[in-house]
């Protein structure tokens, strides 16, 4: 099993910017990769994915716009770059890949997990 290692949070003022990386110990075959957060007393909830065979690429309503999620398949990295961010953005970021094919959906699919990086974002 590959282990993913998040980086690149931190705390920002609103209308800040922030890269977060997601590399990859190894080369495995994944269906998709995703950005999930996690804000205190909140449910997880998805805000990007990219199919990695096809670069397709899907957003929450919330980061429309303002997120880009993308791959660097020689560098097994994911990144998420977050623009024009927002007090709402704040929480815990995670990577997560899926390899068996049912997605990268917070509920029904079986996904690897990175350990986490906390974004903060202040008024």
């Known amino acids: 099993q590959l282990q993913y290692v998040e980086s690149g949070g931190g705390s920002v003022q609103a209308g800040g910017s922030l890269r977060l990386s997601c590399a990859a110990s190894?080369?495995?075959?994944?269906?998709?990769m995703a950005w999930f957060r996690q804000a205190p007393g909140k449910e997880r909830e998805r805000v990007a994915r990219?199919?990695?065979?096809?670069?397709?690429?899907t957003y929450a309503d919330s980061v429309q716009g303002r997120f880009t999620i993308s791959q660097d398949t020689k560098k097994n990295t994911l990144y998420l770059q977050m623009n024009n961010l927002k007090p709402d953005d704040t929480g815990m970021y995670y990577c997560?890949?899926?390899?068996?094919?049912?997605?990268?959906?917070?509920?029904?699919?079986?996904?690897?997990w990175g350990q986490g990086t906390q974004v903060t974002v202040s008024s």
């Open positions: 990219i199919y990695t065979g096809t670069g397709a690429t």
């Open positions: 190894g080369r495995t075959t994944t269906y998709c």
């Open positions: 997560a890949a899926n390899t068996d094919g049912s997605g990268c959906n917070a509920v029904g699919s079986v996904l690897d």
